[in-house]
């Protein structure tokens, strides 16, 4: 069956390292990929998406890398912020039928020490 | 602000009431979606609406019924509800077409008494 699971369920690291959140899937078909970050109180926000075209695609101190002979994800945080604590979830895009449908994560919470 | 507007933030309700959930979005999605996120499980995706009509019903109990008036609206009629629906209720909307993310709304934090 399809799954999007993450390794890690929380992170702890100190502020001002780099930190790293994986993701496996399994659903090989599967050809876009998306990082979340949900912060207490609220939704899950955008942070960063790859195509599967692409193997690493980099953000403002974020960087995603894709893995696909593996069917591994995952977001690299560079200079770790007490700011960045919050849930990260993967997903990945399945295009089943004439809908859009994401299948999430069970998320990875980050925990950053000052 | 994410561009997904949910109201209210926060509900109480009793198991006996009748509310809704009301979600808006003005970014020209056409497929808007409601999960419910409780404690440490993943987002349950409960229904997707594509371009207003109902394309998926993930075996949610029918004291939650959806309503799509619009591609912009969508809201959530809740009755007669049990302790065990306090949860977060997100709800997203992206374009119709895969290959793109979601966008979500803060949520309802709904608590039943």
């Known amino acids: 069956g399809e799954s999007v699971g993450l390794h890690l369920p929380t992170l702890s690291v100190q502020e001002g390292d780099n930190s790293i959140i994986n993701c496996a899937y399994s659903?090989?078909?599967?050809?876009?990929f998306i990082w979340y970050k949900q912060e207490s109180g609220k939704g899950p926000q955008f942070i960063i998406d790859?195509?599967?075209?692409?193997d690493k695609r980099q953000g403002q101190r974020v960087t995603v890398l894709l893995n696909k002979t593996v069917k591994h994800l995952s977001l690299q945080i560079a200079a770790t912020q007490p700011g960045d604590s919050a849930v990260y979830f993967c997903a990945e895009n399945n295009y089943g039928g004439a809908t859009n449908k994401l299948i999430f994560g069970t998320g990875t919470l980050l925990a950053v020490q000052p | 602000e994410t561009g997904v507007t949910q109201t209210p933030r926060h509900l109480v309700m009793g198991m006996t009431n009748k509310k809704s959930l009301k979600c808006e979005q003005h970014?020209?999605?056409?497929?808007m979606y409601w999960y419910k996120q409780s404690a440490k499980k993943p987002l349950e995706l409960m229904f997707v609406y594509s371009l207003e009509e109902r394309v998926e019903n993930n075996s949610v109990p029918s004291r939650f019924s959806p309503e799509c008036p619009n591609s912009s609206h969508l809201f959530l009629h809740l009755h007669t509800l049990q302790p065990e629906d306090s949860a977060l209720y997100l709800c997203?909307?992206?374009?119709?077409?895969?290959?793109?993310?979601?966008?979500f709304g803060s949520g309802t934090r709904l608590t039943v008494v």
């Open positions: 997203a909307s992206s374009p119709q077409e895969g290959g793109y993310g979601y966008t």
């Open positions: 790859i195509r599967s075209n692409m």
């Open positions: 970014l020209g999605h056409n497929a």
């Open positions: 659903n090989s078909a599967s050809d876009y």
